[in-house]
């Protein structure tokens, strides 16, 4: 058993989770292991290889909100799929959503998450180590290496990545074995990491501004502004005037500082407390979206289940275990 299989291994065998030996609805030559079941429902699998990298898919919920601390192996790349989640990141503040492809780097402080209880984790995993990309591609391609780090870190969080996201959805579809499966996973890596180096080739293209520190103070203005009034029509002129920019220079810095436009940052305000809500009041689906800043129902209902995956009725069923 090699380093990175053990470290895992031991890791959620110490937080109560159990090894199971019956079938696998993924590859058999993975590790099956069920989350407690005091604290939810599910399972989380594994599969290892040659301490270059692992492949790990997650399907479980929580009975109740759970705060924990996510920390991956010092020096290791890992970049992860969420097909569905309801939760948020915590310093720097991130919401979690179907849909979107974060990174995480092995050594930096623990990434602090809240995740929502009763809604599904369905996610895929990429993690590879130093010996895969310092030592495997470094000695595969010596003229043409470049460090990845930085192509890891500079994905952060975003749902703009659909290259990648159905090369997760081919991984989570696959169930070979044997020398099939070695074949499969060593390629389905490999292709991950391309796909990324291009993503971070494209994104070196694009024009980058430095943002200055006045700038920076502006930027939180205009988020703070926006955290306190997402339910109203915000316009593009009052929050230029707030950040004492044009629009131009706004949408550049705002997409380059958040990765995201600010019609989306928008949206993720909304549908965070919509969440909130849902999960908390009685309050009818129309209320709810006018609550958040939609006059159309059916509009809301979309995004939310664009987002979630759940119509909002199913998530509130699901949130309050009204099933």
Known sequence: MKNIENYYRKELL??????????????????????????????????????????????FYFYED???????????????????VSGEEISPYHPLYAGCVKSFIGGNKPCQTI????????????????AYYEKYLKQAFPHDYDSLYKSFCD???????????????????????????????????????????????????????????????????????????????????????????????????FKQRYHCTITEFIQQCRLNHAESLLKTTDLTIQQIAIAVGYSNSGRFAALFQQRTKLLPSEYRKIAQNKL
Request: aromatic share 10%.
């Open 115 to 130: 995740i929502h209880k009763n809604i599904p984790v369905r996610a895929i995993e990429i993690e590879i180590t130093p």
């Open 155 to 253: 994905i952060t969080l975003t749902s703009h990545f659909p290259e990648l996201v159905q090369l997760f959805h081919q991984i989570n579809d696959y169930h070979g074995s044997g020398m099939a499966a070695k074949l499969f996973y060593d390629a389905k890596v490999a292709e991950a990491i391309s796909l990324i180096i291009e993503h971070n080739i494209k994104q070196k293209n694009e024009t980058t501004l430095l943002i200055s520190h006045q700038d920076m103070a502006l930027l939180d203005d205009v988020t703070a502004y926006i955290r306190d009034h997402f339910h109203m029509n915000i316009s593009m002129d009052h929050l230029c005037h707030i950040a004492c920019m044009g629009r131009t220079k706004l949408k550049t810095l």
């Open 14 to 59: 110490k937080n109560g989770f159990q090894e199971e030996l019956s079938s696998t609805p993924y590859g058999i030559d993975g590790q099956l292991y069920s989350i407690p079941s005091y604290i939810g429902k599910g399972i989380y699998w594994v599969y290892s290889q040659e301490d270059l990298y692992d492949i790990k898919i997650h399907d």
């Open 66 to 84: 759970s705060s924990f601390d996510f920390e991956i192996q010092k020096n290791n790349l890992s970049i992860c799929y969420y097909d569905s």
